[in-house]
């Protein structure tokens, strides 16, 4: 059986391991220093002029100039990334919630993180690799406020001159203007750097990030997402028109008040990413009005009165079209055709919206094609079915009509619109400002206030609709008050889908005598559980059949402290002296569950896995996932019997304790009942 290592692999090494195996013979030794007897300590490395030979470029080196984005302590910030940890989450059941609600229920696929999210990505790490496929962060902005976040990464400015070196001999500052030098945002961007960097890698290869900032760090954001991600994924930067803030004091008369506030989106890979159609909608009536009112031309005024006489000109069974002619083609004016069906003009938009129309001079290769294959004939009215190969009818069968002797293309009002319930909304593709989002009624949305603001529920879900399919799962590892989780509910609900998300806060206390902590709330993390509570219940509650077979709950689980004692790492270092206090090497205050937690971090199974317990010859076993993925005891008295009752279940993984086996002999025979019995289950010990 091999030994489970129950933590977090270093990322270095692993990266040390992939250019070994790519180039081996770059890799040499060297000696990095001496020990207490005086023996040379030698470590593999990489030859960096064996490497520049394989990879046939220039590798830049020392003080020649290049283009980079740096800033004092950036490389503790990729240690801080590759560094391991000796951590863990533990399942906390009272404070879950069931897939229908269920106070303490803990079968929900959604996850609540609680602890510091750098510890909790480096966790994740094996478990979620590559399978998140959308992250959604609204960091701190670095704005100097401090309420309940921490909100200020500015660091004193000698503080700052020190890491970057800018003192003399003497100890005289070098730079004189230390206000507009970096000083404000190093600590913010060794905080947020290594969070980013491990964030990628839980990425989907179709996997998208977006980040909410403002404007103090949106331009060292988008240099930092351009090193970790590349600038060939960088995808749009989405302006987001907010409540206007106040411009006061001293800068009063000197800068405009702020109304925006930032989305930078990033993509894994962006040639395999593809943007889920999204609109915004509006009532069709006031999108008319407000044409008038803004004096634009609203070019939806005719309607096809008549068509008739079709005819079939030609078929290109190759591609798949039809082209036709019509005989009758008669037009009207709204106004007249209103009068005609003694109906008013509201009443033809509602009714006849397949029939309104206008017409465009189409710049495309269809409308080309159109054009050279019914030059020969002369009709009021031409058609092409065929099936489009991308947009919202690709692969479907449609009609195109196009008009006239310049052959001008037909685009009828209900493309452009959708019914819902008894009302016409009108359909506005996406654009990179996005002003239509109401962000002055924000304070009860989600039945709970929050200290620091939210994010509002429309917006979440346009970035949801954008990127997820059914079955995605989003990643917020600055939860905040759970806005992104209360968005993923909503979104399952209006759509009819079953995503899943993963909330990471860290427990940052509210401050006292402040409403919040009146209220009973000591931490952030009770602000934001509450609120999916609170949302998923008032979901199933207006939502009676619709919600029955709905997702509202979520999984506590809290960063802890390995469950391993220092004896499970370092066994070398147990000395006799020592030896009568380390009966264990689990911790004395852990559970099983705790202990199957950290196995499952450490395997790699999904934290939202399935997970059955039974009784097997009186001992409890957690039996994870479909079809016997992960089988696991940890209870003591484990005797041959039962070691073979596991072994003819068949499991990928089983995962026993050293100390459960009832006797010597049982460990004995172990390996063999095994090889009996499932020969290809990999059986871990701890």
């Known amino acids: 059986m091999d030994k489970l290592n129950m933590k977090t692999a270093n990322i270095a090494d692993e990266n040390f391991k992939k250019l070994s195996a790519m180039f081996p013979n770059a890799v040499t030794e060297t000696i990095t220093g001496y020990d207490e007897e005086g023996n040379a300590i030698i470590e593999h490395c990489i030859d960096k002029d064996i490497l520049m030979q394989e990879i046939n470029c220039k590798v830049v080196d020392g003080k020649e100039e290049r283009y980079q984005f740096t800033w004092p302590d950036k490389r503790k910030a990729i240690l801080a990334a590759n560094s391991p940890i000796s951590e863990t989450l533990r399942p906390c059941k009272e404070e879950s919630v069931g897939k229908d609600g269920t106070p303490g229920g803990f079968d929900s696929e959604n996850l609540y993180i609680e602890g510091d999210n750098l510890d909790v990505l480096k966790l994740l790490q094996e478990t979620y690799l590559g399978k998140i496929k959308m992250i959604y962060i609204d960091p701190p902005y670095n704005t100097g406020n401090d309420f309940v976040y921490n909100d200020d990464f500015s660091e004193s400015t000698e503080e700052y001159l020190e890491k970057s070196g800018q003192f003399d001999k003497d100890g005289n500052r070098l730079v004189q203007n230390t206000e507009s030098n970096g000083r404000f945002h190093t600590d913010w961007l060794n905080m947020i750097y ?17 980040i909410h900032i403002d404007e103090n760090e949106v331009d060292n954001l988008n240099k930092l997402l351009d090193e970790i991600y590349g600038s060939d994924n960088f995808i749009n930067l989405i302006s987001v028109k907010t409540k206007v803030g106040g411009v006061s004091g001293s800068s009063e008369g000197k800068s405009l008040k702020n109304a ?5 989106i990033y993509a894994k890979d962006k040639t395999k990413i ?34 008739s006489g079709k005819v079939l000109l030609k078929e290109d069974t190759k591609n798949n079209m039809k082209f036709y002619g019509y005989k009758t083609l008669r037009t009207e004016s709204i106004t007249a055709f209103a009068k005609e069906k003694g109906i008013s003009e509201e009443d033809v938009y509602n009714q006849y919206a397949d029939k309104i129309f206008q017409t465009t001079n189409a710049q ?7 054009i050279k294959e019914t030059k020969e004939f002369d009709y009021p009215m031409y058609g092409l079915e065929y099936e489009p190969i991308k947009g919202k009818n690709e692969g479907k069968t449609i009609e195109v009509l196009y008009k006239g002797e310049q052959r001008r293309m037909m685009m009828f009002l209900s493309d452009a619109v959708e019914k819902i319930g008894s009302q016409y909304f009108y359909l506005d593709k996406l654009t990179t400002l996005w002003d239509d989002i109401d962000y002055n009624n924000l304070s009860k949305e989600g039945e709970i206030e929050f200290p620091n603001g939210k994010k509002p529920i429309k917006l979440m879900q346009r970035l949801i609709k954008l990127v ?16 992104t989780a209360h968005s993923v509910l909503q979104n399952d609900l209006e759509d009819n889908q079953n995503l899943h998300f993963i909330m990471v806060q860290l427990p940052e206390p509210c ?16 602000i934001g559980k509450e609120r999916i509570r609170r949302a998923g219940a008032k979901i199933r509650e207006e939502n009676a059949l619709t919600a029955v077979d709905l997702d509202t709950g ?15 790492y370092n066994p070398e270092e147990v000395t006799q002296s020592t030896l009568d206090g380390l009966i264990d090497n689990i911790k004395g205050d852990r559970t099983n569950e705790d202990l199957l937690f950290q196995t499952m971090l450490e395997l790699g199974v999904p934290l939202s896995s399935k997970i059955n317990e039974e009784k097997i010859g009186g001992v409890t076993v957690f039996n994870v996932g479909e079809e016997n993925f992960l089988i696991a005891t940890f209870d003591s008295g484990v005797t041959d019997d039962i070691v073979k009752e596991i072994a003819k279940k068949q499991p990928y993984y089983f995962v026993v304790r050293d100390s459960s086996m009832d006797n010597d002999a049982v460990a004995a025979n172990f390996e063999q009942i095994f090889k009996t019995y499932s020969p290809d289950t990999k059986r871990k010990v701890l």
């Open 468 to 483: 997820c399919d059914d079955n995605s799962i989003v990643l917020d590892f600055f939860s905040g008050s759970a806005s």
């Open 260 to 264: 925006t506030e930032y989305i930078l």
């Open 364 to 370: 495309s290769s269809v409308r080309q094609t159109v």
């Open 554 to 568: 979520f999984r506590v689980l809290k960063l802890d402290s390995t469950n391993m004692k220092d004896v499970y």
């Open 511 to 526: 401050a006292e005598n402040t409403d919040f902590y009146n209220a009973g709330f000591k931490n952030i993390c009770e």
């Open 194 to 210: 290594p969070r980013l960097k491990l964030s990628r890698n839980l990425l989907t290869d179709n996997g998208i990030i977006f």
């Open 274 to 307: 593809a943007f889920n159609p999204v609109y915004i909608k509006t009532p069709l009536f006031e999108r008319i009005k407000s044409y008038e009112i803004q004096g634009k031309s609203w070019k939806y005024t005719s309607v096809v009165a008549e068509l």
